[in-house]
């Protein structure tokens, strides 16, 4: 069974597209609004952050919008995360490419 933490990252909107993003590096907001919609950057980031699965350069509150120069990044967990993902998108593939056999 899933991970109860990776269950809920995959049902918040635009959080697993993070992971994606943030996988290969530290990105700034800037960066992390050409992957995801404006509306729903600052719900993911605060949903991965309760998750644990994120960090910013910035120190305080996440409920205010950060500005252009923060810089977030994978945690631990978030590495962890995006190892799982992987293990699913393997998965989903055998699966598609069983059905359509």
């Known amino acids: 069974m ?24 530290a990105r700034t907001v800037a960066a992390l609004r050409r992957a995801v919609p404006r509306r729903v950057l600052a719900p993911a980031l605060r949903a991965l952050a ?4 994120i960090r910013r350069s910035a120190v305080g509150t996440w409920d205010g919008r950060p500005g252009d ?3 977030f990044s994978l945690t ?8 799982g993902l992987s293990d699913m998108d393997v ?6 490419r069983y059905l359509n056999e």
């Open 91 to 96: 998965w989903v593939e055998v699966y598609e």
């Open 50 to 53: 309760a998750e644990g699965a």
């Open 76 to 83: 631990a967990v978030g590495h962890r995360f995006v190892a």
């Open 2 to 25: 899933a991970d109860a933490g990776l269950t809920r990252v995959i049902r918040c909107r635009g959080a697993v597209e993070l992971l994606d993003e943030l996988a290969s590096g």
């Open 69 to 71: 120069e923060v810089m």
